[in-house]
């Protein structure tokens, strides 16, 4: 497969498709629905929660964290997470301004 050529899109676009990314695997939708539920900093109980190995939720906290959707800590051995209130309004206004292009939205078919 050959490599993506971003530069051909805008940086609107590119930065759409890294926020897409991000609930490309549900591992990461798992951690943000449990982030979202506790609605408070959380530490290590992911492990627990999801049944997933440590280093597999590690990755996906710091993918998660990579694109700022999640903000946390780490003091020694300990880690808080939580949702990152600002970029989650980001990302919800942007998804809605994709959806609200599509003439469907009034309840007419198009095909």
Same mark, same amino acid.
């Given at each position: 497969m050959g490599l993506t050529k971003t530069d051909l899109y805008s940086a609107e676009q590119n930065a759409f498709a890294q926020m897409g990314k991000v609930f490309s695997h549900p591992a990461r939708v798992a951690i943000l629905q449990y982030l979202l539920k506790a609605n408070a900093c959380i530490n290590s109980d992911l492990v627990q929660e999801l049944g997933l190995a440590q280093a597999t939720i590690s990755q996906h906290?710091?993918?998660l964290k990579?694109?700022? *959707? *999640?903000?946390?800590? *780490?003091e020694g051995t300990s880690m808080n997470y939580c949702?990152?209130?600002s970029k989650w309004k980001e990302f919800q206004e942007s998804f809605n301004q994709l959806f609200e292009q599509h003439p469907c939205c009034g309840g007419e078919d198009c095909c």
């Open positions: 906290l710091k993918e990579q694109v700022g *959707i *999640i903000q946390g800590t *780490i949702i990152n209130p």
